[in-house]
């Protein structure tokens, strides 16, 4: 790269570590521009201080560091989420869920909604600020993802949102909600892909949950019948191949209506069930 590059040919020489979008996305980070002006201005020089921060943050990518963990920021659901390495990286295929849960939250309906797990609390705070009127309660574990997660509800839905540290239920203990959500950890322990891309640089505990992956889904589908007002949803995330042994342990512990629904790959990626009505017993 020549000492004073411009935009495009510092874009073109980040090429080699990385790809068109995400070298675009670090340069806006350098310049503090949006693409509009790298595209408007592809012939303007950068200062050499400009190059020198532009090539230090293309070679941490090139080290295979997430591109979310350089910028602090994600996407979701069209919203921009503060991210840190305390928190998985907010993912596409999650906001199936979300917008699962949102058909089930009527506008302008008091619903109280949990999320589990929230993490960076994507989708909890997303739920929050679609549907001002529900209240959602996120539960992390981890205070460092709390911390994340309480930055993202103060920008987006302050007035709806309430933090609980703990495990699972335990910040929740006698509390019942119309709407369970999580995202739980869900890959076996040794899954090769663990070891590969941005899984690399996540928080273990957001990943990993026991020799099937299925721990944490255990813990929170045994739970949820007492945390469920009636008529009250449960919907979980899950992996690729684990869309049976869900429905197998929400069928055990007395769910109905079971749902499963595929991701844009076809792949089902969500499944849930709902507590019997009060009357249906
Ligand atoms: N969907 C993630 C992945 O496999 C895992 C997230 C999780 O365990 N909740 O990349």
Redesign the pocket.
Known sequence: MPAAPTIREALDAARQATDRIEARMLLREVLRQPDAYLLAHDDAPLTAAQARQYAGLVARRAAGEPVAYITGRREFHGREFRVTPAV?IP?P?TELLVELALRRLPAGAAQRVLDLGAGSGCIGVTIAAERPQARVTLVDASAEALDVARANAARWAPANTALRHGDWYSPVVGECYDLIVA?????ADGDA?LAQGD?RFEPRA??VSGADGLDAIRRIVSAAQRHLSPSGWLLL?H?YDQAGACADLLRAAGFTGLLAECDLAGIVRVSGGRRPGASGG
């Open positions: 998985l993912r295929e995202n739980p950890p869900y890959v892909h899984l957001a990943l995330e992996g």
